[in-house]
């Protein structure tokens, strides 16, 4: 079972860039599919892009298609988010998630078994 911890959130304004790095304690980090969700105030919690242990996708969210992008660096252990054209409501609480072999709804929270506490984003328009 392999442990996270998301870094990078902060304040940004409305078309700036942020990216969030999702770091992983473990063994076989490479056997795990990784997902980013995010919660807003008052909101439930969305799933946002996600990585496959596989070769298929990576898999976006309608809302972030072609601004945000995310990556895995199997040597380090760590998957990216990278978030450009930020918009006010891309703020949240945003949450990397991990299951291992999982290969088939990818966007489906519940099909994650490892979470991190979360990093907040808060985009200033």
């Known amino acids: 079972q392999v442990q996270l911890g998301e870094s990078g959130g902060g304040l940004a304004q409305a078309g700036g860039s942020l990216r969030l790095s999702c770091a992983a304690s473990?063994?076989?980090?490479?056997?795990?599919?990784v997902g980013w969700f995010r919660q807003a105030p008052g909101k439930e919690r969305e799933f946002a892009a996600a990585?496959?242990?596989?070769?298929?996708?990576?898999y976006y969210a309608d809302s972030v298609k072609g601004r945000f992008a995310i990556s895995r660096d199997s040597a380090k252990n760590t998957v990216f988010l990278q978030m450009n054209s930020l918009k006010p409501e891309d703020t949240a609480v945003y949450y990397c998630?991990?299951?291992?072999?999982?290969?088939?709804?990818?966007?489906?929270?519940?099909?994650?078994?490892?979470w991190g506490r979360g990093t907040q984003v808060t985009v200033s328009s």
């Open positions: 998630a991990a299951a291992r072999f999982l290969r088939t709804g990818v966007q489906s929270d519940h099909k994650y078994d490892t």
């Open positions: 473990g063994r076989d980090f490479n056997t795990y599919t």
């Open positions: 990585v496959s242990w596989t070769a298929l996708g990576p």
